[in-house]
């Protein structure tokens, strides 16, 4: 009969309870790096306004990971969740890797929504539209 | 034939909770739990497809997406962050309320996440508002005029596909606080089954977490 115990108690009582004053911590540095974020983006950092913003972020949301979602005490889980994201890197980081080799969608020098896309040759660079001769002919 | 039925041992208290395809509360509990995980992967994967779009167009057009943020109110957006931070907090409350059977602490957090949950829609309501006014919609809708950089209408389609889905997603959290306040009401949560209150607190947490991505990617560009 010892099937019927298995999990019983495994996963309401086996970790200690959080308790508010933890939360009440957590709730503060999310507050305190929310005004770090909105006060950074106020300066010139050039191109590291973006990376100092997501990294802010990324501390954020770890936070709310590992203390309002518990998965500090819940590694199971912890690892359900990384799996997700490993598979979002991926999705990011070829897509990103590729973008580089492609031309423009559309010419830099349009002015109104794209209504229709030009239908260049994806393997040829769009020409831009001041009348010069495209090169080779 | 009925001696055997009445000398079984006393069959052990069924927990009023427990579904009968479980054996025990901890397993249900468990298996909620992973149940609610993978389908929070599923979502992080839904809204990954959105801000990889906005990362390929962001990476084309720095210019555009720089002009077109302007248009956003970054007061509106803080405010909004700090409104749900504080969802998030009264929600890891609220199921602490429910781990430690305070059936009236749950239900006060459960309402407060609520009105935070409110606050959020109602202030994502006049930023629309503002956009809807100015023609600042998304792909062919766009009808603002006035633009410095070509294609900033770019970015208002990944302004409203980003904030319209998760604003669908705070939407369908709010239904079930809603949802859990009325069982709440009625008793049902206590130390020994609180599986609901805990899965819509990961669902609402996962919410605020795409929140923090996205305030800083629609209202922070430098």
Same mark, same amino acid.
């Given at each position: ?21 933890? $939360? ?23 191109? $590291? ?89 | ?20 395809? &479980? +054996? ?15 389908? !929070? %992967?599923?979502?992080? !994967? ?7 779009? &906005? ?18 109110? +970054? ?10 931070? %504080? ?7 609220? %199921? ?31 930023? &629309? ?15 603002? +005029? ?39 009401? +009625? ?15 990961? &669902? ?5 977490? %795409? ?12």
């Amino acid at each position: 009969m010892e099937h019927i115990t298995v999990g019983q108690h495994a996963a309401a009582h086996s970790h200690p309870i959080t308790g508010p004053p933890t $939360y009440a911590l957590v709730l503060l540095a999310l507050l305190t790096l929310t005004a770090l974020t909105v006060t950074a983006a106020g300066i010139n950092f050039g191109p $590291y306004n973006m990376v100092i913003a997501l990294v802010i972020a990324t501390v954020k949301a770890s936070l709310v990971a590992l203390f309002f979602m518990h998965l500090r005490h819940d590694k199971f889980s912890a690892v359900i969740f990384l799996t997700g994201l490993l598979f979002l890197a991926l999705f990011l980081i070829f897509t990103l890797f590729d973008i580089n080799t492609r031309t423009p969608l559309f010419p830099d020098n349009l002015k109104e929504p794209v209504k229709e896309f030009p239908g260049a040759p994806l393997n040829k660079p769009v020409q831009p539209s001041t009348g010069a001769a495209p090169a080779g002919s | 034939m009925s001696e055997a039925t009445t000398t079984l041992p006393a069959a052990p208290e069924h927990p009023p909770f427990l579904q009968h395809h &479980y +054996r025990a509360m901890g397993q249900q509990f468990d298996a909620g739990k992973i149940g609610m995980w993978l389908f !929070l %992967v599923t979502e992080v !994967l839904l809204f990954g497809g959105l801000f990889v779009g &906005y990362a390929i167009m962001h990476a084309k057009h720095p210019a555009a997406f720089f002009e077109a943020h302007h248009q956003l109110s +970054r007061t509106l957006g803080t405010v909004n962050t700090v409104v749900l931070l %504080v969802s998030s907090f009264t929600m890891v409350l609220a %199921v602490w309320s429910a781990q430690t059977s305070k059936r009236k602490l749950l239900i006060l957090f459960l309402t407060l996440t609520l009105l935070c949950a409110a606050t959020f829609m109602v202030v994502k309501g006049f930023e &629309y508002h503002h956009k809807f006014a100015e023609g600042l919609l998304p792909g062919n809708f766009y009808t603002h +005029r006035g633009d410095t950089v070509p294609g900033q209408f770019m970015f208002f389609s990944f302004y409203f596909m980003m904030t319209g889905l998760h604003g669908i997603h705070v939407l369908c959290g709010m239904g079930a606080i809603s949802w859990l306040l009325r069982r709440a009401i +009625r008793g049902h949560f206590s130390s020994a089954y609180y599986n609901p209150v805990d899965l819509v607190g990961l &669902y609402w947490h996962l919410v605020d977490m %795409v929140w923090i991505y996205l305030f800083p990617l629609l209202y922070l560009i430098s």
